[in-house]
């Protein structure tokens, strides 16, 4: 089982993926703080080659550089 999460920075255009497997019920945490800890928690999570699709993933962060904003959701 597991709690997994999917995250995603874009920057410039490029999309880095990365993955937790027990991440998804501290999303609401780990985005509290702002943006510079929220790219440093995401980036020191686990480099991923692909996004989870709903089945297996219960929660993430799509954090938007270029853009300027994040989404995140949680499955319950």
């Not at 993926?17 to 703080?33: K, N, P, Q, R, V």
């Not at 510079?36 to 989870?52: V, Y």
């Not at 993933?57 to 319950?76: C, H, N, V, W």
């Amino acid at each position: 089982m597991g709690d997994r999460a999917n995250y995603a920075i874009r920057e410039n255009g490029q999309v880095e993926l990365f993955y937790s497997h027990w991440g998804a019920t501290t999303i609401a945490e780990d985005i509290f703080w702002g943006p510079p800890k929220t790219e440093a928690f995401i980036r020191g999570s686990t480099p991923a080659d692909e996004w989870l699709d709903d089945v297996w993933a219960q929660g993430g962060i799509a954090f938007d550089k270029d853009r300027r904003s994040l989404t995140y959701y949680y499955a319950e």
